[in-house]
């Protein structure tokens, strides 16, 4: 079936069928491998994308539930202000160890940022629950989103 996703503002037309998950039209179908396969039961993170700034485990998403949404990945994130913010701050303190995970951190953090501008710790941790980071950088991951909001 026929379908066509606006991926990080372009239109992309892919063949697969409806109940296919996001997750693997974006790496096996069109190699964008930035987001991660990690649990794929939505318990850790790794696959999070934003559809219409909402952030969401692709590994669970249906492509025919996505309809017209606007689906942000990571490889896009970086092109608005908010999203270059973090990966600046990401990159500033260092927060990558092993790196599996944060993609997904970064695009929890970014929808985390366009509705709490400001987030105190306790805003963040609420926003980041549900993001595994078995490395440790909590704490690194906490200080760049501060950084990021400014």
Same mark, same amino acid.
């Given at each position: 079936?026929?379908?066509?996703?606006?991926?990080?503002?372009? &239109? #992309?037309?892919?063949?697969?069928?409806?109940?296919? @998950?996001?997750?693997?039209?974006?790496?096996?179908?069109?190699?964008?491998?930035?987001?991660?396969?990690g649990c794929g039961? !939505?318990? +850790?993170?790794?696959?999070?994308?934003?559809? *219409?700034?909402? !952030?969401?485990?692709? +590994?669970?998403?249906?492509?025919?539930?996505?309809?017209?949404?606007?689906?942000?990945?990571?490889?896009?994130?970086?092109?608005? @202000?908010?999203?270059?913010?973090?990966?600046?701050?990401? #990159?500033?303190?260092?927060?990558?160890? +092993?790196?599996? +995970?944060?993609?997904?951190?970064?695009?929890?953090?970014?929808?985390?940022?366009?509705?709490?501008?400001? @987030?105190? *710790?306790?805003?963040?941790?609420?926003?980041?629950?549900?993001?595994?980071?078995?490395?440790?950088?909590?704490? #690194?991951? #906490? !200080? !760049?989103?501060?950084? &990021?909001?400014?």
């Amino acid at each position: 079936m026929a379908i066509t996703l606006n991926i990080n503002g372009v &239109a #992309r037309k892919v063949d697969v069928d409806g109940e296919t @998950p996001l997750l693997w039209v974006l790496r096996d179908v069109l190699g964008m491998t930035g987001t991660k396969f990690g649990c794929g039961v !939505a318990l +850790c993170g790794a696959c999070t994308v934003h559809i *219409d700034g909402v !952030a969401v485990r692709s +590994c669970i998403t249906l492509v025919d539930g996505i309809g017209d949404g606007a689906i942000t990945t990571i490889e896009g994130v970086g092109k608005t @202000p908010q999203g270059k913010a973090l990966q600046q701050a990401w #990159r500033e303190l260092d927060v990558v160890q +092993c790196g599996y +995970c944060q993609p997904g951190q970064i695009m929890s953090a970014a929808a985390l940022l366009a509705t709490t501008p400001k @987030p105190s *710790d306790d805003d963040i941790d609420a926003g980041m629950s549900g993001n595994v980071c078995r490395c440790g950088t909590y704490q #690194r991951i #906490r !200080a !760049a989103i501060h950084r &990021a909001a400014g």
